[in-house]
């Protein structure tokens, strides 16, 4: 049998250090006992078939012969591998130089060719293109909130070390209000942590209006118009996104309260009636008012119903308003009466029988819903809102009181006298 032949090695130059995976080519390497660079061993060989060895070069200087030895002698061509001197890679700056897991960071620097290695705190980064002598791109590894020393390893030894410091994602724990108009303009406070930094807040994707950042666990932000419904509150900051999941971190945009009836219309100017207002939209009540004035009590009873108890008010029309989170309704008119009142009668007395027509006198008479001579309820009819007339019933010969009823209540009284017819 022949002696071995080496025909080719790759690659054919590497590091003084030694260290390099050379793979040689050839025939009849069977068997082999020995490969040397020169005339160092090896550091170790792995004969692959009968026509490949991989081989780790030794420590050594300048070109060297490659040789292979079995039983059957030594190689003797001259194939040969060239030691060289690779500087050790430097780093001279990161871009950016802090951001979340999964960030890309540019490492710029200089001997970066042929980077076998790029760490985070000694963490390997698994994915890096080097993208020139100057320039390597790498992903940011998994890692704990906090500095990392960056390096990267070449065939010339491992670089000096750059910080880049690991951000944590931002969190909400809480939203303040919790609900607003689907008009926008709700000044939200939001807590949480690593808020620091914040470049945006959004409402379900829209940016907010305007926010300001008040610490590390607080921002005030401005919501947005949005549709009715909840919304996924968010903050972005060099940390990442906070997660729109988190049901506490949900705005309800609430529609504004609609009104279509308020029932009786009409009422007193002491105030005291209860009044049913219909309409949509009115959970969450937080307000019914009557003009400006507050009513003096009200329940909500549905997304439909509010029962209120109107305010004393002047005499007239007053507008009636819901107010909730989601804005305030439009008005419905609700009408202050003032009390009649009663200034003359007119004749003042007649027969004890039936059938007298009085006229009566006074004011606020337009809403008369009776007339009682004692306590019996009369015909009448209004003639204007100073004047009715009313015929005076049978009764037992002597005085009775007058009065007029209306929605605004019982006027003052009034003297009417009957007399007896004369005994023959």
């Known amino acids: 049998m022949a002696a071995p032949v080496v025909s080719s090695v790759s690659p054919n130059q590497g590091p003084a250090s030694g260290g390099t995976t050379v793979t040689v ?49 030594t190689s003797s061509q001259s194939v040969p591998f060239t030691y060289v001197t690779v500087s050790a890679p ?12 999964g960030t890309s960071v540019t490492l710029t620097g200089t001997n970066l060719t042929g980077a076998t290695a790029v760490r985070f705190d000694g963490v390997a980064v698994s994915s890096f293109t080097v993208d020139s002598a100057t320039q390597i791109t790498a992903v940011a590894p998994a ?57 945006a807040v959004r409402f379900d994707g829209v940016a907010a209006l305007s926010f300001t950042v008040d610490s590390a666990t607080q921002i005030t932000a401005v919501a947005p118009a949005h549709a009715a419904g909840a919304a996924a509150v968010t903050v972005t900051t060099p940390g990442g996104t906070s997660n729109p999941d988190n049901p506490q971190a949900y705005f309800f945009y609430a529609a504004a309260p609609s009104l279509t009836a308020v029932t009786p219309p009409s009422g007193t100017t002491a105030g005291g009636t209860t009044v049913t207002l219909a309409g949509t939209g009115l959970l969450g009540a937080t307000a019914v008012r009557f003009d400006t004035l507050a009513a003096t009590s009200f329940t909500v009873n549905s997304a439909t119903q509010i029962t209120a108890v109107a305010p004393a008010h002047a005499a007239g029309t007053a507008a009636v308003t819901v107010t909730t989170p989601g804005g305030t309704s439009n008005p ?43 306590s019996t309820p009369v015909p009448f009819t209004v003639v204007s809102p100073t004047q009715l007339t009313a015929a005076a019933p049978a009764g037992t010969a002597g005085p009775v009181t007058v009065t007029v009823t209306t929605p605004a209540g019982t006027s003052n009284s009034l003297t009417y006298t009957r007399i007896a017819a004369p005994g023959i």
């Open 332 to 374: 419905v008119a609700y009408v202050y009466l003032a009390a009649p009142a009663l200034a003359s009668l007119v004749p003042d007395k007649g027969p004890a029988q039936a059938g007298t027509v009085v006229t009566v006198t006074g004011t606020n008479l337009t809403d008369t819903t009776g007339v009682q001579f004692g």
């Open 90 to 101: 430097t780093l001279t700056s990161l871009a950016p130089t802090q951001g979340p897991v």
């Open 25 to 73: 080519t050839g025939s009849g390497f069977t068997g082999a006992t020995a490969v040397r660079f020169g005339a160092a061993s090896a550091t170790s060989f792995t004969v692959v078939s009968s026509t490949q060895i991989t081989a780790v070069s030794p420590p050594g200087n300048g070109p060297v012969n490659v040789t292979v030895t079995t039983s059957q002698g």
């Open 143 to 199: 890692h704990a909130a906090g500095a990392s020393a960056v390096t990267v390893t070449t065939a010339g030894g491992t670089s000096n070390a750059l910080t880049f410091t690991y951000l944590a994602a931002p969190a909400i724990t809480g939203v303040s209000p919790t609900q607003g108009p689907t008009s926008g303009g709700t000044s939200v406070t939001l807590t949480g942590t690593n808020l620091t930094g914040a470049t």
